[in-house]
């Protein structure tokens, strides 16, 4: 494979125009570059002098087989590569001067690509995120359901909404977020675009809550969940998931995602009791010397 086998350009909807179809068609498994580059269009339609992120495709007999984007802030996300792919791009993203902070992708993908960065660059990566893709399958709610009922939350949520984020980022240590939710730059953080759902009990109090995406290619993502800490064993966040997700399908959306910790055992089981399904799983590295990214 030729390095000019990789299509560059910083023309986001040129890109789409070329790589849409690609990218929707396999709405879960793409989720993340899905949602990245839908965000990185909107930016740049509203900002016309912001940096401009690098997007690459990869073609052969016509058609695009896999896709790269490389955003202002250093972040790197890649769809499945073979090794011999992955190397190739790596090479390329080297000679041409590009410097990723950190790349995301599939476990494989985002593995040959720290060790191939590490040889061309002398970089050294470090892994920073590991987890499991579930797309929802047939939506079961939890037995016995805890009290309460599901609520799109409004503007008068904005309060609470923002303090169980950053709660939710001091427990999974997201600095990047909470440096941008204490800077007051809500709609700059990854949850400023994200949908709401509370669970509350009976008395209208909200004890849990789940995010969701917009829907793009068919696709919503749920992300984060969260529940206080004192709430836990309740059953709320199965409550909560099982509402978001159904508010998701409401939607139109006919991939429905989430990810989850691998070493929180309790999730994944519960995410599989109401109907979630293994996918695939993900992974991150951070590359020495470069600074976060977002």
Same mark, same amino acid.
């Given at each position: ?31 993340? $570059? ?5 965000? !990185? ?20 007999? =016509?058609?695009?087989? #896999?896709?790269?984007? !490389? ?32 790349? *995301? ?21 470090? $892994? ?8 929802? =399958? ?13 609520? *799109? ?77 004192? !709430?836990?064993?309740? =059953?709320?966040?199965? #409550? ?11 939607? =139109? ?15 994944? #089981?519960?995410?599989?009791? *109401? ?20």
């Amino acid at each position: 494979m030729r390095p000019d086998d990789w299509q560059l350009t910083n023309d986001v909807d040129d890109f789409l125009a070329r790589a849409g179809d690609f990218l929707r068609s396999r709405p879960a498994l793409h989720n993340t $570059p899905l949602t990245d580059i839908e965000k !990185l269009r909107i930016r740049s339609a509203a900002e016309h002098d912001a940096e401009v992120p690098t997007f690459g495709q990869l073609e052969s007999e =016509g058609e695009v087989r #896999a896709i790269f984007y !490389l955003t202002p802030r250093g972040r790197l996300g890649l769809t499945p590569l073979s090794a011999e792919q992955t190397d190739t791009l790596t090479a390329h993203l080297a000679s041409l001067g590009h410097s990723p902070s950190n790349v *995301i992708a599939d476990h494989d993908t985002a593995s040959a690509f720290a060790e191939s960065w590490q040889r061309h660059t002398g970089a050294t990566p470090v $892994p920073f995120w590991r987890t499991h893709l579930y797309r929802l =399958g047939t939506l079961t709610p939890p037995q016995p359901r805890p009290e309460g009922q599901g609520r *799109i939350t409004d503007g008068k949520d904005r309060e609470q909404v923002v303090r169980w984020c950053r709660e939710f980022c001091v427990e999974v240590g997201e600095q990047p977020s909470i440096d941008l939710i204490d800077a007051g730059s809500w709609d700059d953080s990854r949850f400023g675009d994200r949908h709401f759902t509370f669970w509350e009990t009976p008395d209208g109090t909200p004890v849990a809550m789940a995010a969701a995406t917009s829907i793009v290619g068919g696709m919503i993502r749920v992300d984060p969940v969260y529940t206080p800490a004192h !709430l836990r064993g309740r =059953g709320y966040a199965g #409550a909560v998931t099982v509402a978001a997700s159904r508010a998701a399908l409401t939607a =139109g959306a006919t991939d429905v995602v989430l990810f989850t910790d691998p070493a929180n055992p309790t999730s994944n #089981a519960l995410y599989q009791r *109401i109907g979630y399904v293994h996918v695939a799983d993900f992974a991150g590295y951070k590359f020495s010397g470069a600074p976060e990214a977002g």
